[in-house]
């Protein structure tokens, strides 16, 4: 199994990098587009920025269901426990 | 009804520093912001020298996580773009913004962006491509990002005829404003191409300096013992703006654009005619627009890349259009020896420097210039700046492609 906490916490740091945002204004429940402030090119850049640091490559109907850092992570760690 | 066209505002991102004042005094001074080429890789090319803009930052004007999304040579413009908005004191909220326009040229657009994608694509493979490559290269982004900052929704777009771009860009500018459908431009040129792609490419072309033993030596325009020019990266962008406007709301009037022509060789893709037939049909036709006799010309930014044909062509030329002996009277120079050929953005650059020669009454030196060719015989103010008055200058700008492009600015008189 996957630790999830440990994922959350390099997930909220490759957000905060990205967006230049500071880690503890970002949560679980964080929007990615709404909240965050990110454009359809910063989620494109996001979506790269996890397959590379997690080496997964996430599909695409996969990547539309992601709004929240929430949804990221969970997708995330079930594509790391089917590997 | 014609109307007048004043420059206002002037920005500089050069070799020689990133600010108008700074690099203006240390190119009359004599200085050369040539060096070696600051790349790891450096030893395996043939030309390792380069004007460039080494401790460089677009910040505070881009947000640091913005940086990555805006390439260079947009960066460059981005920069030089604001300083000369807030030297001319425009506010873009209070114009009409369909009566605004930023048209900016450059010449090759995100050469070292391209090379990091390539690289990416054969390493990981095509999904792994920043989806911001293609906001980056084009090379259309410098003058879009300086819309979208002040609001601009009048013509904005980007020009390409290589290193006449930026004049080219100037001479749209003028026309617009000239014939009212404009009050006031973001303009110039701009470009950052000393990339691997862009040293090597021109290198194989044979057109770079290879004086490797002494870079602050390498570039000599007009001089017997030039090979060729020395690559250099930054932007010259000035504020465009008709006249009566620039009054109305009390503008310092740092000159006035007066003519313009624009010519095409239409013989070679890159070898200039070594006549100067077409390059002396555009500073002709620039007297003509600026309705000037030859003599009345008293300062020629010389294009004077220091490629061995050039600089012939360029003062068969100058020769052509004013004749002999008024060619022989016009004070010449090429900045360029100082700061390298910064392509795209050597016309706007190249302007701010025309504009300070009339306000100071100075024309910057041809430094290196110590052997001149016998086949240059104009007076290329060597090695030191001289003081004289300057009330009517013309730039000229030629580039690949054949593309001559001349402006001509006067002294402000009301």
């Known amino acids: 199994m996957a630790d999830e906490k440990q994922i959350e916490a390099k997930i909220i740091e490759i957000i905060a990098e990205q967006l230049g945002r500071e880690k503890d204004t970002i949560t679980s429940a964080s929007d990615i587009a709404n909240d965050l402030g990110a454009d359809s090119l910063d989620v494109a850049e996001l979506m790269i920025a996890f397959e590379e640091s997690f080496d997964i490559d996430i599909d695409e109907e996969n990547a539309q269901n992601i709004a929240t850092v929430g949804d990221v992570v969970k997708q995330i760690v079930s594509q790391l426990d089917e590997n | 009804m014609s109307k007048r066209v004043v420059i206002t505002g002037l920005g500089i991102v050069s070799p020689l520093g990133y600010d108008v004042e700074t690099a203006w005094r240390r ?221 109305k709301r009390g503008a310092n009037i740092l000159a006035e654009v007066v003519g313009y022509g624009a010519t095409t060789d239409a013989t070679h893709i890159t070898q200039p005619d070594e006549e100067g037939i077409y390059a002396g049909a555009a500073v002709e036709a620039t007297l003509r627009s600026a309705g000037w006799n030859p003599e009345d010309v008293d300062y020629i930014n010389a294009h004077g890349t220091a490629t061995k044909l050039g600089d012939v062509a360029e003062t068969a030329a100058i020769k052509r259009a004013l004749g002999e002996d008024a060619a022989k009277k016009v004070a010449v120079s090429s900045t360029k020896s100082a700061i390298g050929h910064l392509l795209g953005g050597s016309g706007g ?39 004289r008055k300057i009330d009517r200058v013309i730039s000229n700008s030629f580039g690949f492609g054949g593309h001559n492009a001349c402006i001509a600015i006067a002294r402000f008189v009301d």
Request: proline share 6%; charged share 25%; aromatic share 8%.
């Open chain 2, 27 to 247: 190119l009359r001074e004599g200085e050369s912001g040539v060096s070696l080429w600051e790349n790891p890789l450096r030893d395996i090319f043939r030309a390792r020298i380069a004007g460039q803009c080494l401790d460089f930052t677009p910040e505070p004007y881009i947000e640091p996580k913005d940086v990555k999304k805006v390439e260079r040579f947009a960066q460059f413009a981005y920069v030089a773009g604001i300083r000369a908005v807030e030297a001319a004191g425009l506010d873009f909220s209070r114009e009409n913004p369909f009566r605004c326009a930023s048209i900016v040229g450059c010449g090759v657009g995100g050469l070292a962006e391209i090379e990091r994608q390539d690289e990416k694509l054969t390493k990981s493979g095509p999904s792994r491509i920043s989806p911001f490559t293609i906001p980056k290269i084009m090379l259309n982004a410098a003058s879009a990002h300086l819309a979208i900052r002040y609001g601009i929704h009048g013509p904005v777009y980007g020009v390409a005829t290589a290193c006449a771009s930026a004049n080219n860009a100037m001479i749209d500018v003028y026309k617009a404003i000239k014939c009212g459908e404009i009050d006031v431009a973001i303009t110039g040129g701009t470009e950052a191409a000393v990339s691997k792609l862009g040293v090597a490419g021109f290198g194989a072309m044979r057109a770079l300096s290879e004086r490797n033993d002494a870079p602050e030596k390498a570039s000599r325009p007009f001089d017997s013992d030039r090979d060729g020019f020395v690559i250099g990266e930054g932007a010259g962008i000035l504020v465009f703006e008709e006249l009566e406007h620039a009054k």
């Open chain 2, 349 to 387: 650059v190249e302007l701010v420097f025309s504009v300070l020669s009339t306000r100071d009454g100075v024309v910057p030196p041809t430094l290196n210039l110590e052997n001149p060719d016998p086949k240059c015989d104009l007076d290329y103010t060597p090695l030191v700046a001289r003081e």
